[in-house]
């Protein structure tokens, strides 16, 4: 079912989401995430990859009915080949208008069975030279042996998904800013954000009005499509006799990268 909601409204268990994703104070920028923390005691998932969009497009992506598909394309693995012909390694984020319009991606990441891969693009760590760093707890940093800087970027490159529970153990790409502004301002580029999340609550009388006796509704809104599903959801083995609100947007995260 289509129905309509002003642009600015956001359900309870996604409010947050109405505040930027970067403030001017973060010394880092998320490049990807896939994590099921709690956000304002909601239980649910985080699926988030940045894409990197030509200024002459950005306002066509922000603006973007519904807003585009928060997932990394590749052809694989596999490996699957273009119906084109050949296979080729390269991933993207499908933009609005269309399969000929892809959007670069700092990002690299492909499943197998109930693992996630998370890893930064080798074109960006090997733009400064970055030296990879093992930790003990598995997580990689990059460091820039020049100056030297150290953390440069920050990986947790691998989710594990719960099949008890819907649940992902976190994955997590992050590069310091002042690195990433760089970078966007080489490649000529906007940073934008493409997620989707989604969040278990007990049932709101205010949702319980909207579905109107719906078992779920959608909304088609300026960068973002929004759906509330009435019935259970399962997180941190507590079941939800509620309702589950999910959301699939693009968001900004740097729109004019110093030069």
Request: charged content about 20%.
């Amino acid at each position: 079912m289509e129905t309509r909601l002003p642009d600015d409204f956001w359900p309870p268990s996604l409010a947050h989401l109405a505040h930027p994703f970067l403030s001017d104070l973060d010394e880092y920028v998320t490049l990807a995430e896939i994590s099921s923390d709690p956000i304002n005691s909601h239980q649910g998932n985080r699926f988030m990859f940045t894409a990197l969009v030509p200024q002459e497009k950005l306002d066509a992506v922000l603006s973007a009915t519904g807003g585009i598909e928060p997932d990394l394309k590749s052809w694989g693995p596999g490996p699957c080949v273009d119906p084109e012909g050949g296979y080729t390694g390269s991933f993207w984020i499908q933009g609005p208008g269309g399969s000929s319009n892809r959007l670069e991606t700092p990002v690299a990441s492909w499943s197998h069975h109930n693992k996630v891969v998370l890893l930064p693009d080798n074109a960006l760590l090997m733009c400064y030279g970055l030296i990879p760093r093992t930790l003990k707890d598995g997580s990689v940093s990059w460091d820039d042996p020049s100056k030297p800087i150290y953390d440069v970027v920050r990986v947790t490159p691998l989710s594990a998904h719960s099949v008890r529970a819907p649940q992902y153990s976190t994955a997590r790409i992050s590069i310091r800013r002042d690195y990433f502004e760089d970078y966007l301002s080489l490649k000529g580029c906007a940073a934008v954000a493409t997620y989707f999340e989604e969040r278990y609550s007990d049932l709101d009388r205010r949702i319980e009005l909207l579905l109107a006796g719906e078992e779920a509704v959608s909304f088609s809104l300026p960068g973002r499509r929004l759906t509330m599903q009435n019935g259970w959801g399962r997180a941190a083995d507590r079941v939800y006799d509620g309702m589950t609100t999910s959301l699939n947007a693009v968001a900004a995260l740097i729109e004019d990268a110093p030069r």
